[in-house]
């Protein structure tokens, strides 16, 4: 029998995937040469420790108007959705940021189905806005990769 999905382990792996976030944007800071993206990167992985941390706020039941209970149970599979194929070290940066972007949108449909469980409130809302800076985030990362995988010519 399948175990069952609650809402705490879908937190627990949430927090995991916002911390992997962080590592991988810290990691990938000290691997471009463009300022530019360094600071993305730094400013990207300084977000995710802001979601890191909002979650484990809500996790610990400091959030409380509109909150769900922790073992209320989730009946789809957000923890498929949000596995993701490890990162190889001799990945290229486009492919990297390419899982990056992924791992973005990934993210993001998390806090939508997230925020479909609640009634309107401020968890809602709370969810709703982690959606949102989580596209912001796969859009950034896809601006970054059509630069590294299609770079412009002398040519134009």
Do not use: C, W
């Amino acid at each position: 029998m399948a175990e069952k999905v609650t809402l705490k382990s879908v937190l627990d792996i949430a927090i995991k995937k916002e911390i992997e976030a962080q590592e991988l944007y810290l990691g990938l800071s000290k691997k471009v040469v463009e300022q530019s993206a360094i600071d993305m990167f730094l400013e990207l992985s300084r977000v995710e420790k802001k979601h890191e941390n909002m979650l484990r706020d809500y996790a610990g039941g400091k959030l409380q108007k509109g909150a769900l209970k922790g073992d209320h149970v989730i009946d789809y599979k957000i923890a498929e959705k949000l596995e993701q194929p490890p990162i190889e070290p001799d990945m290229s940066l486009a492919d990297v940021l390419l899982l990056a972007a992924n791992r973005e949108k990934a993210s993001n449909d998390f806090y939508v189905s997230l925020a479909a469980l609640h009634p309107d409130g401020e968890i809602k809302e709370l969810l709703e806005e982690l959606a949102s800076q989580e596209l912001e985030h796969k859009r950034r990362i896809e601006g970054l990769y059509t630069q590294v995988a299609f770079p412009q010519t002398s040519g134009g």
